[in-house]
Structure formats: C-alpha cells, structure tokens
C-alpha cells in the first residue's frame, strides 16, 4: 500500500454528525488524494492535495472538507454527514504518474 | 467530457483458461493508462500500465492491448488462476493535478 494507512477502518454514524477519517503516508509524497467509491460509479475523486495547506475540489466535493496541515496527513471531514454518504473511501497518493490507494474506510451513515 | 468505461460488469471463466477483459476511453489525447486489480475489502492495486506510443506491453501472465484506432484498451490475463478473482478497472489521465479518471470496474470470477 505505498505506506498508506487509513483510520477508520469502518464506521457507522448517524445522520447530522461531523465524521473526520484519516490518511496517513509515511514516505513524503507530495500530492494525495480521496476518493468515494459507489456501486455502478467507480473512484469518483473528491478532494485532492498538492502540498501542504494546498488543496483543492474533485468531482463530487460537496458535503466535504479537507485539510493538510503536515506533509504526511490528508484528513477528509464530513461537517454534517447524510445517508448519501455511506461509501466506501479511499486515499490515494501520487508516485511517478501512477496512484496507489489505501486499505480503504467503509463508512455507514444511518 | 472524456469518460472511462467497461464493456461488461461481469466475467466468469474456469481456472487455466485466459481472460479478457476491455475497456473504452474517450479522450484521444489520452497518453497514458493503467489497469488495477480490486480484491474484495482491498484498495486497488497497479497491474500494469501502458503509453500511447505502445500498442502492447507485457507483464508477468498479463499483457495489456491498445488500439488508439478505435480508443479500446483491453487486458488479457494468461492461464486464470483463483487469486485473480477480483474486480478490474482501467485509469486515464485527467488534464489537470496528477488526476485519473477511473472505469467503473469489471468483476471477474475464477470457477475452480
């Protein structure tokens, strides 16, 4: 996995709750990424970081957030989360135009 | 808008024989794609990747085909094997941040 680890594994919360799930990387790559995977939709990109402090919106961003405060952590935060966004989420980082993904966090917003 | 995409959801094939499994771009400007293997309960893993001044490349039991003619990639993977029942996609490059457009995925299964 590139040395990615993502916590929670999984996690069940409840409609109208701030959840925050957390990358980590250990080998100082620079750009990173989170993505939601659906059924019938494949990786759909949410946000992404180039650096620290630096981020920027994906595809699908609304309802999210993200921050970057140091090189090794890319946190995703659902301020208020819905039912929408039980999914299952991966991040991802960037090394040599290929992306190598993390072990994922299946989340479950009832 | 340039979109990536599979041929078909599902793909049953006994053990020993090959595989096959496509995939359609839309963008020709594309220069660059990789496939993924997806076990269940697993993040996507690099197979194998492929420039668009190659029309084939070859790994280990696996050889990806690219016909920038009719922009279908497709991969073949050799002598099918229990370990490779899992989910395969294909990626593009988007233009932007590092970014890939991803396919929506086919599910191969290995009957023993």
């Known amino acids: 996995d590139a040395g990615i680890t993502q916590s929670p594994r999984h996690k069940v919360t409840e409609t109208g709750t701030p959840v925050t799930l957390r990358c980590h990387q250990t080998?100082?790559?620079?750009?990173m990424y989170w993505y939601r995977q659906d059924p019938g939709h494949g990786l759909r990109l949410i946000h992404y970081?180039?650096?620290?402090?630096?981020?920027d919106k994906g595809e699908v961003s609304d309802g999210y957030s993200v921050s970057r405060s140091k090189t090794e952590d890319f946190l995703l935060t659902l301020e208020s989360a819905t039912s929408s966004q039980t999914s299952v989420y991966f991040c991802?980082?960037?090394?040599?135009?290929?992306?190598?993904f993390g072990p994922g966090t299946r989340l479950t917003v009832l | 808008g340039e979109s990536v995409g599979l041929h078909l959801p599902t793909l049953s094939v006994q053990e020993g024989d090959n595989s096959i499994i496509n995939c359609a771009y839309s963008?020709?400007?594309?220069?660059?794609f990789i496939w993924y293997k997806q076990e269940s309960g697993k993040g996507p893993q690099f197979i194998i990747d492929?420039?668009?001044?190659?029309d084939k490349r070859q790994g280990q039991r696996v050889t990806v085909l690219l016909n920038k003619t009719v922009k279908h990639l497709s991969l073949q993977i050799a002598a099918t094997q229990p370990g490779d029942s899992a989910v395969y996609f294909c990626a593009e490059p988007r233009n932007t941040g590092n970014q890939f457009y991803f396919g929506t995925g086919t599910s191969l299964t290995v009957i023993p």
């Open positions: 492929i420039r668009s001044n190659m």
């Open positions: 991802a980082i960037s090394l040599g135009g290929e992306q190598f």
């Open positions: 963008n020709s400007a594309s220069d660059y």
């Open positions: 970081s180039y650096g620290v402090k630096d981020t």
């Open positions: 080998e100082n790559h620079r750009y």
